[in-house]
């Protein structure tokens, strides 16, 4: 308990043990942390039951019960912010600072929801007759499932298990099975925070499409929400359609990073820095096309040279690493085919990519970059820099619009008319500007096109976990 490391799913309150184990291991040494049992399918069976008699009890307590078992998982949460953090490194890479940052963001859903538990609203609708009354209110949708991936293990958890048992609904999670070791401690502390029996399951599997397709297919799971590529997430919404599930996706990105010449520089050179290499660049929202207007390039491309050159690659356990490992070495492998795509069709490499070896990626900047190169096209996924010089206003932003994916956009200018033409023309569910790290708990995260349906956090965040229900009385 001291550590936090538990190895079995954990269902109706209890941890949940089969004979099949498999190793999570540390993406810096490579070693095995701990074996932990792969769920089998009657351990699903027992979730989806648990889950199911857990709601018919957590949608008959009020909204000030759900709220004050939501704030003592995250005093719990907050207690164990170094246990966790450290946790978190070793299970997914990330420099300790960064995942001491992340326990922060994450409990903040948990403190959010906690409010917004008390903020669900009905409407009293005006009759267009004296003998009818006509009133709405909200009412949980019912047993949800959800997947979440392995780059943020704590803050896509909470993202969708608070706004979730605010509304007074169970949950079943199937967590990465690079990272589940989190998710499982979170549950463990949610029980502890006195959440209802049943309420927050946790299976851990390696068959991810197998446990998915239980529980898409399952009709006691009303909503499922997702958070990963775009292809899985096509693939489950097709498989949710067979019971007309609600659905929450939040999937791929392509972001646009645009820097215009009025900008401030050296501002947007520190926005970028921290919209590209933060969890050593994988992230839905990391910056990944990076358009500077071209008679700007070359002292853009002077001053953040240096600064890329200067971040440390090490074990995120080094109080002085910047960029930990990628999260298995087939990762670190699809960075390098994207690099040598580029270069092999015109792109220019600044930096030093020697092989780190293990799942170590340098960071590295790739400029001239076209159209015509994978890299444009594909989320990176890694700590690489493309760089795309424009001229134009409408040049940009044709660019930066014409992918199918719309999750996050940021652009630097100091032109107020710019920032606004800007900011409404980008086809991007979230902008950034002036900034460069853009997600709180207190506004709506999500997408639009292929990046995915229905937003997390905010008071949107409640209602998607929420069903509308009208009333009208004869009187």
Known sequence: MNDLIFSDSFINGEFYQTNSRFSVDDPATEQSIVDVSDIDEQGVKNAITAAKGAFVKLKATNATERSDTLMRWYELVIKHKQTLATLMTKEQGKPLKESLGEIDYGAGFIKWFAEQAKRSYGDVIPATDNSHRLTSFKQPIGVVAGITPWNFPVAMVTRKVAPAYAAGCSFILKPSEHTPLCAI????????????KGAFNVLVSQNAKDVGKMLTDSEVVRKFTFTGS?????QLLSQCASTIKR???????????????????????????A????????ACVAANRIFIQR????DVLEKITPKVAALKVANGFDENA????LIYPKAKEKVQQLIKDALDKGATLIGDNSNLGGSFQNPLIVTNVTTQMDIYHEEVFGPV???????EESEVLALANDVPYGLAAYFYSQNIKQIYRISEGLEFGMVGVNEGVISNPVAPFGGVKQSGLGREGGHQGLDEYLEEKYVCIKV
């Open 185 to 196: 401690a979170l549950a463990y502390l949610a029980d502890q925070a006195g959440f209802v």
């Open 295 to 298: 008679n700007i390039l070359n």
């Open 385 to 391: 820099l493309t760089v795309i010089p424009f001229d």
């Open 322 to 325: 910047d960029i930990g490992p």
């Open 247 to 273: 659905t929450s996706m939040e999937l791929g990105g392509n972001a646009p990073f645009i820097i215009f010449d009025n900008a401030d520089i050296d501002d947007a050179i520190d926005g970028l820095m």
């Open 275 to 282: 919209a590209k290499f933060r969890n050593s660049g994988q």
């Open 230 to 234: 775009t292809g899985v997430g096509k």
